[in-house]
């Protein structure tokens, strides 16, 4: 699958973005999908992911301002972000997970800039 990010900007504290995610290549629906996120000098950490059957996992540091969702028909997997800080800022990166044969395969988008200014 192949994974095309899009949505980062520069946004003040307090404001709101959405970043996509399109999904290409292969059947979007059998996918986990998440959403992860690299500031300076720190760790990738995960966001937000919604399983194949639309479970949803959170981060506690953006539960209730982040909103992860998915397009079967788009084949697109969403991030709404609202109410951002500036400890927000980082490279957000689209994932997919898939399993075949009980063994685990992840796919990456390129990463995508959300920068938030006080």
């Known amino acids: 699958v192949q994974l095309q990010a899009s949505g980062g900007g520069l946004v003040q504290a307090g404001g709101s973005l959405r970043l996509s995610c399109a999904a290409s290549?292969?059947?979007?629906?059998?996918?986990?999908m998440g959403w992860y996120r690299q500031a300076p000098g720190r760790q990738r950490e995960l966001v937000a992911s919604?399983?194949?059957?639309?479970?949803?996992v959170y981060a506690d540091p953006v539960k209730g301002r982040f909103t992860i969702s998915r397009d079967g028909a788009k084949t697109t997997v969403y991030l709404q972000m609202n109410s951002l800080k500036p400890e927000d800022t980082a490279v957000y990166y689209c994932?997919?997970?898939?399993?075949?044969?009980?063994?685990?395969?992840?796919?990456w988008g390129q990463g995508t800039l959300v920068t938030v200014s006080s």
């Open positions: 994932n997919a997970k898939h399993s075949v044969l009980s063994r685990w395969y992840d796919y």
């Open positions: 290549g292969s059947t979007f629906n059998n996918y986990n």
């Open positions: 919604i399983s194949s059957g639309g479970s949803t």
